[in-house]
């Protein structure tokens, strides 16, 4: 089993930055994927980002230029630095990661951006 240790959510102000971090623990080998996907109220699940093992990076159009996506390996902890935050980037965000073919999705944590 893995479990997802997620942190870093929270109420911030349009243009302003939040970092989450997800760090993974238990029988964890080596993880392939790691990312964050996002959910706002109403709407489905939507990738906001992704990095490989590799260290290749995908993000969603809508975050790009704007969102970072970094790993440890060592400490196989996943981080999302959020820069120039915008009212539509309201949502419960979740961290994923697949450990040999198994996914695994930490509880969500909450960023709400709002004057």
């Known amino acids: 089993q893995v479990q997802l240790a997620e942190s870093g959510g929270g109420l911030v102000q349009p243009g302003g930055s939040l970092r989450l971090s997800c760090a993974a623990s238990?029988?964890?080998?080596?993880?392939?994927?790691m990312a964050w996907y996002r959910q706002a109220p109403g709407k489905q699940r939507e990738l906001v980002a992704r990095?490989?093992?590799?260290?290749?990076?995908n993000y969603a159009d809508s975050v790009k230029g704007r969102f970072t996506i970094s790993r440890d390996n060592d400490k196989n902890t996943v981080y999302l630095q959020m820069n120039s935050l915008k009212p539509e980037d309201t949502a419960d965000y979740y961290c994923?990661?697949?450990?040999?073919?198994?996914?695994?999705w930490g509880q969500g944590t909450q960023v709400t951006i709002s004057s």
């Open positions: 994923y990661v697949n450990v040999r073919g198994y996914p695994y």
């Open positions: 238990g029988r964890i080998f080596s993880i392939n994927v």
């Open positions: 990095i490989i093992s590799g260290g290749s990076t």
